[in-house]
C-alpha cells in the first residue's frame, strides 16, 4: 500500500474524453488513457485490502461482482502509484492475457465491489489497466514470446472472441500447435465486428492479433466450420479441438410488422458499419445508412447504447432506446448492497453524444413495443407503444403491467433489435454432436469437457452471454483443462 491516507486525500478522476460534439464527425476512440501523474494519485487510493474484494470474481444475485480473471488489482495500483511501470505491466499479465481489450470495454465489475465504494466514488481500476498496457506497447515492452519447445500436440479452436484467442494464447506458451478458425474475413469476433471503433479501435485488435501470429498462432480466416471444413474433418486433424463459438443467436422481436423493411438485428447493423469502415472508409456503401432518419434502438443495454452512437455519427435525425425496466436510481438502493454490482443511472459514451446533440437523454424507460407498422411498399414508418410500471404481486416478485392511456406513436424508419442473444447457433454442435440445454453447449464450468472425447466448449457458447472478463477467464480454464487432457498434466497457471 503506497500511500495509506490516498484515497482521503485524492478523488476519483475520469480519464480525458473528447468534446461530445465533435467526436460525433469521426469514429475515434472516445477516451484517452490516463497521464502518469494521474495515474499515480489514482493507484495512490487504492488501500490494498486485507481481503481484496476487487478480486472476488464471482456472481452474486445474478450479477458479477469482482473480476473474474482475478487480477492482482491493488498490487499494480501500488506499483503505478510509486512510477514502477514496467513491474506493474509483469503483474498485470500475470491474469489477464488482453489487458488492452477489458481497460476499454469490460463494464468493470472489479469497480462495483472495490471498498471504497463503500462511500466513496470507486478507485479508477479499468483506466490504470489500461493506462499501463499502452504505456507497455508505446515503450517496446510488450514482445512476441516464441515458445521454446513444442509438444507436437494439434489443437483446434473454432471462434477467435476473447475466449478463443486466451485459450489459443495459453495452449501456444505451453508448446502445443494451435490453429483458429474464424468465419469472418477478420479474427477477434465480437472484439473485431461487435464492439465500435470509438469504444475499441480496430488497430488495438489487429495489433494483438499480429502479436498472437508472431508467436505462432496459425489463424485461419473465412473458414466456416461445418461447411467448408466438417466437425468430423476437424476432429481428425487435431488432438483436441476447443468451441469458442460465442453466443452469435439474436433474440428476436416477434410482434406485429416486424417484417416490415428497415427492421434490423443490431449485431447486423454495427457489423456491417465497422466491415463498411475497415474495408473501404463506408466507400462501399455496403451497411445500413440511417442519414436523416429516424431511429428507435430497442433494448436497454451496451449493444443498444452502441447503435445510438453508431447512428448519431451517420447523421440520424432523431435517435431513441428504448429500455424495459424503469431508469435506475443515483445511488445505491438498500437492496443493492456493497459488494454487489451498483444498480445506479449513469450517463455512457453514446447518451452524453446524444444529450449534447438533442438536449435530452435518449432512453426511454418501461416501454412496450406493442407493433410496428410499414407504408404501402413495406417500408417502416411508425412504431406504436405503451408505457409499463413494474409491480410486486402477491407473491413477492416483480411484474409488469400496462399504464392505460399512455400509447403513444413514434416516427420510425429504421428499428434496431438489441434485446440479446439466446445462445450459440445449433447446427455447428449438432454436427459435433455435443449436447446442448437451452442452447447451451453442455461442459461444465471448471472441467469444459463435452460429452464427445476431446472436444471441449469455453465462452459464451457454453455459459450464455456474458462478460468479456469471463470469456478471458473461461479461455484461460479450457487451456488448462486441454493442456491436462493431452499431457497428464498442466504447466499452465
Known sequence: ??????????????????????????????????????????????????????????????????????????????????????????????????????????????????????????????????????????????????????????????????????????????????????????????????????????????????????????????????????????KEQFDSVILCTGAQKQRDLLIEGREAKGVHFAMDYLTDTTKSMLDSNFKDKKFINTKNKDVIVIGGGDTGADCVATALRQKAKSVVQFGKHPKLPDSRNPENMWPEQPHVHTMEYAYEEAQAKFGDDPRQYAIQTTKLVADSKGNLKELHTIQMKKIKNEHGKYEFQEIPGSEKVWPAQYVFIAIGFEGTEAPLMEQFGVNMTRNKVQAAYGDYKTNVDGVFAAGDARRGQSLIVWAINEGREVAKAVDTHLMGSTVLP
Request: glycine fraction near 10%.
Open 1 to 234: 500500500m503506497g500511500k495509506k491516507t490516498g484515497f482521503m486525500e485524492y478523488k476519483r478522476e475520469k480519464p480525458s474524453e473528447r468534446d461530445p460534439l465533435k467526436r460525433l464527425d469521426d469514429w475515434n476512440e472516445y477516451s484517452s488513457p490516463f497521464s502518469e501523474e494521474m495515474s499515480s494519485r489514482q493507484g495512490a487510493r487504492c488501500m490494498d485490502c486485507g481481503t481484496p474484494f476487487c478480486q472476488i470474481g464471482m456472481d452474486v444475485n445474478g450479477y458479477t461482482s469482482g473480476c473474474p480473471i482475478y487480477n492482482l488489482i491493488p498490487e499494480w495500483n501500488d506499483l503505478v502509484y510509486r512510477g514502477r511501470w514496467r513491474e506493474a505491466l509483469e503483474r498485470l499479465l500475470k491474469t489477464n492475457n488482453f489487458p488492452e481489450f477489458t481497460g476499454r470495454v469490460c463494464p468493470a465489475p472489479c469497480e462495483g465491489s472495490c471498498t471504497v465504494a463503500i462511500s466513496d466514488p470507486a478507485v479508477t481500476i479499468k483506466s490504470i489497466e489500461r493506462t499501463i498496457i499502452d504505456k507497455g506497447f508505446e515503450n517496446g515492452w510488450i514482445q512476441a514470446r516464441i515458445p521454446e519447445k513444442r509438444t507436437g500436440k494439434k489443437i483446434a479452436i473454432v471462434g477467435s472472441g476473447p475466449a478463443g484467442l486466451a485459450a489459443a494464447d495459453q495452449l501456444n506458451q505451453a508448446g502445443h500447435s494451435v490453429t483458429v478458425y474464424e468465419r469472418a474475413d477478420r479474427a477477434g469476433g465480437l472484439l473485431t465486428y461487435g464492439i465500435p471503433n470509438m469504444k475499441l479501435e480496430k488497430e488495438v485488435v489487429e495489433r494483438r492479433i499480429k502479436l498472437l501470429t508472431q508467436e505462432g498462432i496459425d489463424f485461419v480466416l473465412n473458414t466456416e466450420i461445418g461447411k467448408d471444413v466438417t466437425a468430423d474433418e476437424l
